[in-house]
């Protein structure tokens, strides 16, 4: 069965650092999200994008994050200056609407900011 | 978003015990998700299930999207069975999905 996948699983940066994630979706998936989970929280909704531009972002998701589909299968998360409170588990997830609306979650990519 | 309640927060159960765990949400729902943490912190989708219900092994759900709750049935339970397990929600006309607070889950042998 397709999955999503995410790259790399666990990174470790400092404070002040720009990172970019890295997610595989889906193929002829059309909807794209990302997700965070703070340890010890819930997941939290940050965008999605489709037919390549945010279609919603969260409040969460300030001047620092950006994302973009750079070459038709990638679809990447950047944080340009990297805060300790960025420190999370960051989850891609992909939709496509053949089969309702179920959405497939990548494995994450953990984040620590030092 | 819409708001989405899953109760009880926590559960201890003796292997090969069962359990009910519970997920209301606030609205007319497009999709309806289960989710088991495993300790990798991957979230293994358990169950998209908007409405009706629907049988994977030992684990079952239902949706009663006209009362607006869903169920996860755990049957005898096991030591693996262990972790959190989370209830998502997307709103009718949304497309992003709202998570629970997680009900977490310790089956001890």
């Known amino acids: 069965e397709p999955e999503v996948t995410q790259t790399p699983s666990h990174q470790v940066t400092q404070m002040g650092q720009e990172v970019i994630l890295r997610c595989v979706p889906i193929s002829n998936h059309l909807y794209f999200y990302w997700y965070r989970q703070i340890l010890g929280q819930k997941v939290e909704f940050l965008v999605s994008f489709y037919n390549n531009e945010i279609s919603e972002k969260s409040e969460i998701f300030d001047d620092q994050f950006s994302v973009e589909r750079p070459d038709g299968s990638n679809f990447t998360l950047k944080i340009r200056s990297t805060k300790l409170e960025d420190s999370a588990m960051y989850f891609c997830?992909?939709?496509?609407?053949?089969?309702?609306?179920?959405?497939?979650f990548g494995p994450g990519t953990r984040l620590t900011v030092t | 978003g819409i708001q989405v309640e899953q109760s009880p927060p926590d559960l201890i159960l003796q292997e090969g015990a069962n359990s009910t765990l519970r997920c209301n949400f606030s609205d007319s729902v497009n999709n309806l998700q289960w989710f088991h943490q495993n300790p990798w912190g991957q979230l293994i989708n358990l169950f998209y299930i908007p409405s009706g219900t629907k049988q994977n092994g030992r684990l079952s759900a239902t949706t009663v999207a006209t009362e607006r709750y869903s169920l996860l049935y755990i049957s005898s339970s096991q030591t693996t069975d262990s972790g959190v397990y989370f209830c998502a929600a997307v709103r009718s006309n949304d497309y992003k999905l709202s998570f629970g607070a997680g009900t977490t889950v310790t089956v001890r042998a």
């Open positions: 997830a992909t939709l496509g609407t053949l089969r309702g609306y179920e959405q497939y």
